[in-house]
């Protein structure tokens, strides 16, 4: 026996399959609707432009003429997010505190930032803290105070060619 089917069931069940897609849409957008940042760390030389004077980074065993000999860490961050972010500053956390200090700070070069969607900034130091192995993670931090973390995969990298960078610099090898 088979029960028939009303038009009000129908467009019951119609309306209740168009309001459910629309919920689920809304939350997908308004959860994706945000600021988010992709931090990338590496270390370079510095080097300038003879036409324009304008400096930047090469790879540390490129021989580029007039590059720094000494090794910087860049930081790299991109807004991948739809709203505007203002980055203000990074840091980083250490596994075992350092004089009385779980964190530190690295003084910033041109920050803050307000970075709009796509856009990035590079930021760089000339020091890293000299007990890299001691450093738990690096992180920038935006305006609102949510800090945005260094990838483990590129932090270790990050930590492996600081520790080869200093033995050849200390090697004279760079």
């Known amino acids: 026996m088979l029960k028939q089917i009303s038009i009000t069931s129908l467009l019951a069940a119609?309306?209740?399959?168009?309001?459910?897609?629309?919920?689920?849409?809304?939350?997908y957008r308004d959860l994706h609707d945000r600021a988010r940042l992709k931090v990338v760390a590496q270390i370079r030389r510095?080097?300038?432009?003879e036409v324009s004077g304008q400096m930047y980074a090469v790879a540390p065993n490129l021989p580029v003429a007039g590059a720094s000999e000494q090794l910087f860490v860049f930081i790299d961050v991109t807004n991948v997010g739809r709203r505007p972010v203002r980055w203000d500053g990074w840091g980083g956390k250490y596994h075992k505190p350092v004089n009385g200090k779980e964190s530190f700070v690295i003084l910033p070069i041109r920050l803050p930032k307000m970075l709009n969607e796509g856009e990035s900034h590079s930021e760089f130091t000339p020091e890293m803290h000299p007990n890299i192995e001691n450093v738990k993670q690096i992180f920038v931090w935006d305006a609102a105070g949510k800090k945005w973390h260094l990838p483990r995969r590129n932090f270790k990298r990050l930590k492996e060619d600081i520790v080869a960078g200093a033995w050849a610099t200390l090697n004279g090898e760079v």
């Open 46 to 49: 510095i080097a300038q432009n």
């Open 14 to 27: 119609y309306g209740a399959i168009l309001s459910s897609i629309g919920l689920g849409w809304n939350l």
